[in-house]
């Protein structure tokens, strides 16, 4: 079986960090960088096994499991600034439940959803 693993932009952290530094006198400005750096070390998506996975958040955590088969459509967003640097938000819809899921930050989200596509073409 095919196995895709996506990953988050690195400018994902850009919120964090800023926030981070312009809090940074006060305590709470280390707080922002440090789970900045936490959620882009644990966000987790991934296809194995003809599923979608993905798995966000420290505190609250929410995991997703989609068979793609159960996929009935992938769509990428980018405004001017994500065009630029190389990321967008993917969008699955799923007819299984019929809502839309959405991913931000994701790293190569053009390749990525021609990846998905090609996969979903097969199930």
């Known amino acids: 079986m095919e196995k895709l693993i996506i990953e988050k932009s690195k400018w ?5 960090i800023f926030w981070g530094i312009i809090l940074l006198p006060f305590i709470i400005g280390i707080f ?7 959620r882009y ?3 987790k998506i991934k296809i194995e096994n003809g ?15 989609i068979p793609l088969n159960k996929i009935s459509m ?9 065009r630029l640097l190389n990321f967008g938000t ?10 839309t899921i959405s991913y931000p930050f994701i790293k190569n989200a053009d390749e ?6 090609l ?5």
């Open 51 to 65: 599923t979608f996975y993905s798995r966000f958040g420290l505190l609250n955590i929410d995991t997703k499991t």
């Open 90 to 99: 993917i969008e699955l819809q799923s007819s299984a439940n019929n809502s």
């Open 12 to 16: 994902f952290l850009f919120h964090s």
């Open 74 to 82: 992938v769509s990428v967003k980018q405004d001017i600034i994500a």
């Open 41 to 43: 070390k644990y966000d």
């Open 32 to 38: 922002f960088i440090a789970y900045g750096l936490l």
């Open 119 to 123: 996969m979903l073409q097969k199930f």
């Open 112 to 117: 990525i959803v021609k990846q998905i596509n």
